[in-house]
């Protein structure tokens, strides 16, 4: 609609308007107190040492770390996929402009409330982030397998843009505490950079694969497919990691400690209190 009303050139300054917004967020986020008082020790604690060119490759032979990121590649493909074809696909099976902008909307809509309920739930010991991360993902693929077959039902599409948006936001929720139990804490910085390196690597193949598959004489329902398929592999891939048991960071023990003072204690401690009183008065 938004093209169709403004052209290409407004199309791209509105896309670039939204966007934009993203450096207003980021300008105004400030470090927290423990991160800057611990920038302070490490300077205080720091050792004179000379590094000449030193590259730090730990992170790029992390095994499970690497099925973190193929599982970012597949997972960006077939998002982005969806994304692409799901109105053309819709407008061609009986949905208005109308109808579909709501469904981007819902979707969107969705996705935010998604990342919160999934970020809250991620604060639970009992849920591990590989579950949510392979779970998510992999019932986004399995709606978009079955799409097809209800694609003429226009309640059916809303609840697949509901289903897309609440679970399409997980990899981004639950990607730095993976990365910072794969990793530690001396390498998360650069874990997490390098696992949206694959990430990036996804984004720019899926357009043109979602190009070539229907310019090649594929359908909107076998995009979908593969689509679906596509975020299933990506799932199970991730889920490989846990299969070497890796965890550089032990999240500490606290033990509870009971104290327990016996009546006699409290009445002796009192009559002492009471004397040290009367023989200062």
Not at 121 to 140: M, P, R
Request: one cysteine or more; aromatic letters at 12%.
């Amino acid at each position: 609609m938004i093209y169709n009303e403004y052209g290409y050139n407004g199309f791209f300054l509105f896309y670039a308007g939204l966007s934009f917004n993203v450096c207003v967020v980021g300008a105004v986020l400030r470090p927290s107190r423990l991160e800057a008082s611990s920038k302070m020790a490490k300077k205080r604690n720091r050792t004179l040492h000379k590094k000449c060119c030193e590259c730090d490759l730990t992170v790029m032979k992390n095994i499970p770390l690497i099925c973190v990121c193929i599982a970012g590649v597949f997972f960006n493909i077939g998002i982005f996929i969806i994304y692409l074809h799901f109105p053309a696909y819709a407008i061609e099976n009986d949905s208005t402009q109308v109808e579909v902008s709501w469904y981007l909307s819902i979707a969107g809509i969705s996705s935010c409330i998604g990342r919160v309920l999934l970020g809250m739930a991620t604060n639970s010991e009992d849920v591990s982030e590989d579950i949510i991360f392979f779970g998510t993902y992999s019932l986004i693929g399995a709606a978009t397998i079955v799409v097809p077959l209800f694609i003429k039902i226009h309640y059916a599409k809303m609840m697949y843009s509901i289903v897309l948006g609440l679970n399409s936001g997980s990899c981004y929720v639950v990607i730095s505490s993976i990365v910072f139990r794969l990793t530690g804490p001396n390498h998360a910085a650069q874990g997490t950079g390098y696992v949206m390196a694959y990430i990036g690597v996804g984004s720019l193949v899926g357009p043109p694969l979602a190009g070539v598959i229907v310019d090649n004489g594929g359908s909107y329902a076998t995009s979908f497919i593969i689509a679906g398929l596509s975020l299933i592999f990506g799932g199970f891939t991730e889920l490989c990691n846990v299969c070497f048991k890796t965890n550089r960071y032990n999240k500490p023990v606290i033990k509870e400690i009971e104290m327990s003072t016996k009546d006699d204690e409290i009445i002796d401690k009192y009559h002492h209190a009471e004397e040290e009183k009367t023989v200062l008065t």
